[in-house]
């Protein structure tokens, strides 16, 4: 009997739409029957270092609402000093995917798998159609207008 996949997913999932979910149900696809899922969910932190602004939802929140989702087997906090390795460790995942717009990270990660002698395949998942809120921006945006509006 093969051995259970575990897919390792990242984000930051500020404002859960349906881009996650589909984000997350391809990943736990791509390690195959019965894989299990674990999420790392991006600290404030982090989030705050890489795009220079906190996430709207506090990070207890995002992983608590990642965790709900039925694709998700376990959803954790990323580590306070953006520790990518010390997640491999802990993990061990067999896959790790990224979104769709995670190159810089997509790189980062793969160089941090070569360096530490780990073959594990990086896998960007691709866009998942033209939805009219499939991203937190658009999410961000369409709320923004819509108060703009009751003006």
Same mark, same amino acid.
């Given at each position: 009997?093969? *051995? $259970?996949?575990? %897919?390792?997913?990242?984000?930051?999932? /500020?404002?859960?739409?349906? !881009? &996650?979910?589909? +984000?997350?149900?391809?990943?736990?696809?791509?390690?195959?029957?019965?894989?299990?899922?674990?999420?790392?969910?991006?600290?404030?932190?982090?989030?705050?270092?890489?795009?220079?602004?906190?996430?709207?939802?506090?990070?207890?929140? *995002? $992983?608590?609402? %990642?965790?709900?989702?039925?694709?998700? /087997?376990?959803?954790?906090? !990323? &580590?306070?000093? +953006?520790?990518?390795?010390?997640?491999?460790?802990?993990?061990?995942p067999?896959?790790?995917?990224?979104?769709?717009?995670?190159?810089?990270?997509?790189?980062?990660?793969?160089?941090?798998?070569?360096?530490?002698?780990?073959?594990?395949?990086?896998?960007?998942?691709?866009?998942?159609?033209?939805?009219?809120?499939?991203?937190?921006?658009?999410?961000?945006d369409?709320?923004?207008?819509?108060?703009?509006n009751?003006?």
């Open positions: 009997m093969a *051995r $259970r996949k575990t %897919v390792l997913a990242t984000g930051v999932f /500020d404002l859960l739409h349906i !881009g &996650h979910v589909r +984000f997350l149900v391809e990943a736990k696809r791509r390690g195959g029957p019965g894989a299990r899922l674990v999420v790392v969910v991006a600290r404030d932190r982090t989030v705050l270092n890489r795009k220079g602004r906190s996430p709207i939802i506090p990070e207890h929140q *995002r $992983r608590e609402l %990642v965790a709900s989702l039925r694709a998700v /087997d376990s959803a954790i906090l !990323g &580590h306070q000093s +953006f520790d990518m390795l010390g997640i491999l460790n802990e993990v061990r067999d896959i790790i995917c990224v979104g769709y717009d995670q190159q810089e990270i997509k790189k980062a990660v793969r160089k941090i798998v070569k360096t530490a002698g780990l073959s594990i395949p990086v896998v960007q998942i691709p866009k998942f159609g033209q939805d009219s809120l499939n991203s937190s921006t658009k999410v961000k369409r709320v923004a207008k819509e108060w703009a009751d003006d």
